[in-house]
């Protein structure tokens, strides 16, 4: 079992950043593929980024690619996800979610543990 916190979302004007934090409880983060996913009122959770349990290896959606850089630091049980240039169209809900099994995926049911959310919110 693991349990997640996500902090770092705020309201930020469209170009501008945020860097978003997950914490990790537990003594296995670094056994955990990890990833962000968004949601906005009315629609369906979507991935946005993922990353193995080494951190050598990064997965995005193609609305951020270039933009967001998610990464992990397993020394502090903690995974972020850098967000520039940001858009009007990012404004939302943020979760960070723990994979227990297998490789990285963009698949939200193969995520078993999840935060709480952030909310980013992104004014033109």
């Known amino acids: 079992q693991v349990q997640l916190v996500e902090s770092g979302g705020g309201l930020v004007q469209a170009g501008g950043s945020l860097r978003l934090s997950c914490a990790a409880s537990?003594?296995?983060?670094?056994?955990?593929?990890m990833g962000w996913f968004r949601q906005v009122p009315g629609k369906e959770r979507e991935f946005v980024a993922a990353i193995n349990r080494s951190g050598d290896n990064t997965y995005y959606a193609d609305s951020v690619k270039g933009r967001f850089t998610i990464s992990r630091d397993n020394a502090k049980n903690t995974v972020y996800l850098q967000m520039n240039s940001l858009r009007p169209e990012d404004t939302a809900v943020y979760y960070c979610?723990?994979?227990?099994?297998?490789?990285?995926?963009?698949?939200?049911?193969?995520?078993?543990?999840w935060g709480q959310g952030t909310q980013v919110t992104v004014s033109s």
């Open positions: 537990g003594r296995t983060f670094s056994t955990y593929p």
């Open positions: 979610a723990a994979k227990r099994y297998g490789l990285t995926s963009q698949d939200i049911r193969e995520y078993a543990y």
